[in-house]
């Protein structure tokens, strides 16, 4: 498969790929983050979801793949860094605000600076069409923040902190997305990549959890605990996979944006799962959101 894979590189098919990998991914990344924030306190179960999927990658890593490369461990180290400090910055920032109001501008800010990120690093440009696309999707997600800004009425409190956080947040998805870009391409096999990434990214947050569970005057019962983290880590192999996979095959930049259209996804969940309100203002916003990644897609 990785053979297959490899060939598809800078071809149609490649792209044609690279977009549904993109989209798939934006749709998995929003049923992520709903795992994250839903039942449980978002430090444990993003410590149960690492957990899982760290068990689950160790047999492919050390039996399966092929090992890496000499160099590919200080990129390892690298990716490891960052995607601690977003894990780190997430759980804050869904302990400050409603699902609805953080993953709107954590989402919005990381495109743009993975379109700057992907022109310095790996010399791709836009065209002044999908420039445009980019400006109204980020239009309706800034707009989600906004409204959320003047209108929402609970967590008024922590509602400016969730949103500095969100916005940092952001900076580091924008991040991890060229940083692992760079990495997956590095590699001559890229399920090499994914699979020790995946054991090397779930070492960290666990131990944290279990700290945190130990505290609790209250601890929630274990056993749905682990089941919504196995089920998480379901979910992130496909999605954190997917985008990967779709920055080898194609350009870093339009599948960093084609992935936020998982704000629209994100904002239905709220609403028919998180039973979080969504009125038509909002509607509007996410309906912007999709027509901006329609544009930079058709402007390619």
Known sequence: M????????GTEAGHQLALILAVSAAFLHAVFGALQKGRHDPWLTRGAIDFSYALMAAPFALFVVPWPEPYMWP??????????AYKVLQAFAYTKGSYTVVYPVVRGTGPLF????????????FSLVQWLGVGVLLAGIFGLAVYNLIFLQAERATLPAALMLALLTGVFVALYTTYD???????????TFLAWFFLIDGLVMPPIAVLKYRKMAYPPALPPLMLRGFIGGLVAFASFGSIMLA????????????RETSTVF?????????KETVGPRRIALMALIAVGAVIVELGG
């Open 2 to 9: 990785s053979d297959w894979l490899i060939s598809l590189e």
């Open 75 to 84: 990129i390892f180290f690298g990716a490891f860094v960052i995607h601690v």
């Open 114 to 125: 993975a379109v700057i990120g992907a022109y310095l690093i790996f010399d791709e440009t």
């Open 181 to 191: 870009a760079y990495g997956i391409r590095a590699t001559a096999d890229p399920f």
């Open 247 to 258: 920055t080898r095959l194609d350009k870093v930049g339009e599948a960093a944006v084609l």
């Open 266 to 274: 994100a904002a239905l969940i709220g609403w028919l799962v998180l």
